[in-house]
């Protein structure tokens, strides 16, 4: 039987990356989002059925023609994994509010960006699921995180909001709330004793960090089960992790 579309943002690398193979192998045609094309382009994936598409997730408009464009040859979208994230880690003294307004604007209205495209087709099919990438910072404070931990409290509360809104049209809102995990998501941090600190932090843990596969499966769980049935959100970290 053909298998659905499944659109995933922040394709391109870390968690995105994982969750982009796993699908693959398992036969899903997708649409891999990401502003780095050339980067999804060179994952390890049988292209027969994939889409790539250079979107930036606050760009509403290119979100949309993307998944239109995807619509047209695959079908329409039964799940969304809003991945696409930035962590600009700093003390809130002294950072620069481009930086809070980008964490703002990628992790939660790139979020509500995707789901306003997807979300009307999956209620009047009554089928759908959104899976949200949050964060265990969406669930308790870090130092150095004030606007990241805003950000990710942010996708807790909208994902619950809309599960709320859309379960009686049988369509499931889901979270992923991971741990630190060894991705690009650090190399983009400006403020050096906020990199110091988190390092120090993850020694702590004997630097053991969680495997981006674990959270790719992770995804793949909840959405294998059942229409009728929604995981509401996973917390998934490494063991030793505090
Ligand atoms: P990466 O930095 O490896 O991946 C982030 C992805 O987001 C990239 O593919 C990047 O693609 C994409 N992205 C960033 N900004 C935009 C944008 N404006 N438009 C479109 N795509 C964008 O980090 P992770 O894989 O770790 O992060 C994935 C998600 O997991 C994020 O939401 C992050 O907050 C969350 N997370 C990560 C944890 C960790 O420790 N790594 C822990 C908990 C949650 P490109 O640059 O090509 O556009």
């Known amino acids: 039987m053909t298998k659905p579309l499944i659109v995933i943002t922040g394709a391109s690398s870390g968690f995105g990356a994982e969750i982009a193979k796993i699908f693959n192998a398992a036969g899903y045609p997708e649409l891999l989002l990401g502003r780095r094309t050339e980067k999804i382009s060179a994952l390890p994936l049988n292209f027969d059925q994939v889409m790539v598409a250079s979107v930036d997730v606050t760009e509403q408009d290119q979100f949309k023609d993307a998944i239109a464009k995807a619509e047209e040859k695959f079908g329409p979208v039964d799940l969304l994994v809003n991945n ?35 979300l009307p087709g999956m209620v009047a099919r009554e089928h759908g699921t959104i899976i949200n990438m949050s964060s265990l910072a969406g669930k308790k404070t870090f130092v150095n995180h004030a606007a990241y931990v805003a950000s990710k409290f942010g996708v807790h509360g909208l994902s619950e909001t809309i599960r709320e809104e859309v379960s009686g049209n049988n369509v499931r809102i889901s979270l992923v709330a991971p741990g630190a995990a060894e991705t690009e998501l650090l190399t983009h941090v400006t403020d050096d004793k906020a990199l110091t600190d988190y390092e120090a932090w993850k020694d702590t843990m004997g630097g053991i960090t969680l495997d981006p596969v674990h959270v790719a499966e992770s995804v793949k769980f909840i959405y294998d089960m059942p229409q009728e049935v929604n995981i509401r959100e996973v917390d998934i970290a490494a063991t030793r992790q505090d």
């Open 84 to 118: 696409a994230g930035v962590m600009l880690l700093g003390n809130v003294q002294k950072q620069s509010p481009k930086e809070w307004q980008q964490m703002l604007d990628t992790n939660v209205m790139g979020v509500l960006n995707g789901t306003q495209i997807v």
